[in-house]
């Protein structure tokens, strides 16, 4: 990953992950589909302009903005789940007042900003087109684009000196990013879901084991010392697990679909058994297959290698500080390799296709990073995943 050393003029890093360009294809896609958040300040500054008045003409029975209660952040108003403010794919903000007076958000995309005690991690959104497509210029050149952005912006994940990996056991940050170096080795050789088992294993044992510390922070020493004596037998993955696993990601597959606008009820039962769905995400009604059909298929070495790109650039841009502790954000990514098999084939299905293309994976990965780290509808249900496990496996180990 590179470091930009040459430029830095503030007082925090930026780093930008390697391999990666990006250049506007103006396809209008991250201005669709989700409300585009806007805070007050930067709303004050256009609501007098004539550029607004001529907009209220243009839609004078759409709200231009929402505000919530607190009222210092709203939404923009849309238009058939277009942003108000699109007109032919481009910003109108943007093309009548500057790129400066666009919302935070929109001026962040398709980059993903977290702030931690090194530095500004500025990973990339896999929602982007061009982010799919990797073409354009190398990421790192936006460097002075973000510093412009971060003197007014506010990333909105913040990771402190103490990361809490679930709720009752937190590490120092040298201790997190020990974890994360050693979950990004396990996802090289035995691959992810394998990987994160692996390491919910060890942080369930740091639990059991480093109970006494109390409330303190788990120190890299502190770690090694406690996962080195005494050892505890590993986590068994028993046979009712991948039968749980199957039914709860059939669970959560059926509610975004539900959410992504059909209104079929038996998604779930036909996800987990097969049949025919009819789904906006696929623009059609397809047969699929039963989900274990479908997660034990044959993957080419070039799309898991795609996908294993995708999980090592998750975990580089610190998605598990993005969940409420890191144990969440494990078990989602736990679960990544169903869905990404699950949606590859639907679209394989879809588009009525003999074999796998590579548009099918950049699609779907598009699709997890928008479900999973875009949206995150579905935080609540991995949390109390992770929770259940934490309880069996404690009793279990004990
Ligand atoms: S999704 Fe990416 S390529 Fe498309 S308009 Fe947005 S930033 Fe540009």
Not at 116 to 125: C, E, F, L, Q, R
Not at 213 to 236: C, F, R
């Amino acid at each position: 990953m590179e470091k930009d050393d040459k430029n830095i003029q503030e007082e925090k890093d930026i780093f930008f992950p390697e391999g990666y360009c990006h250049e506007c294809l103006q396809c209008g896609k991250c201005c669709r589909n989700w409300q585009i958040v806007i805070d007050k300040n930067k709303y004050q500054q256009l609501i007098n302009t004539p550029f607004i008045l001529k907009m209220k003409k243009k839609f004078p029975e759409s709200d231009m903005v929402k505000f919530y209660s607190d009222q210092e952040v709203g939404v923009l108003g849309e238009i058939n789940n277009n942003c108000i403010m699109l007109d032919d794919n481009l910003c109108m903000i943007h093309s009548e007042m500057g790129c400066d007076f666009k919302p935070d958000v929109c001026r962040k995309f398709p980059f993903v900003l977290t702030s931690t005690p090194d530095g500004i991690y500025a990973g990339v959104s896999y929602h982007c087109l061009s982010i799919q497509r990797n073409k354009g210029i190398r990421v790192s050149e936006y460097i002075q684009d973000i510093k412009k952005l971060l003197e007014t912006f506010k990333p909105k994940y913040q990771a402190d000196n103490i990361i809490k990996l679930t709720d009752n056991i937190s590490v120092t940050w040298e201790g997190y990013l020990f974890l994360e170096k050693q979950l990004t080795d396990w996802v090289d050789t035995t691959g992810v879901s394998d990987a994160t088992w692996k390491m919910m294993g060890m942080i369930i044992s740091l639990g059991i084991i480093g109970e006494n510390i109390g409330d303190k922070a788990i120190s890299v020493n502190e770690m090694e010392n406690l996962l080195s004596s005494p050892p505890l037998p590993p986590l068994k993955r028993e046979r009712w697990f991948h039968e749980y696993q199957f039914e709860y990601a059939s669970s959560i597959l059926s509610i975004l679909e539900l959410w992504a606008g059909s209104m079929e009820e038996r998604n779930a039962d036909i996800i987990l058994k097969g049949g025919s769905l009819q789904s906006d995400s696929f623009e059609k009604e397809i047969e699929i297959k039963p989900i274990e059909e479908y997660v034990k298929s044959h993957l080419q070495e070039e799309f898991q290698t795609e996908f294993d790109k995708y999980v090592k650039h998750l975990l580089w841009r610190k998605y598990l500080l993005t969940y409420d502790t890191v144990f969440t954000g494990l078990v989602t990514v736990n679960f990544l390799p169903i869905f990404f098999m699950w949606y590859a084939n639907a679209s394989l299905t879809a588009r009525d296709g003999r074999e796998m293309e590579m548009d099918d994976v950049k699609t779907t990965l598009g699709l997890l990073d928008l479900y999973f780290h875009h949206l995150r509808l579905l935080g609540r249900f991995f949390r109390r995943f992770g929770k259940g496990l934490i309880d069996q496996h404690e009793i279990l180990m004990r």
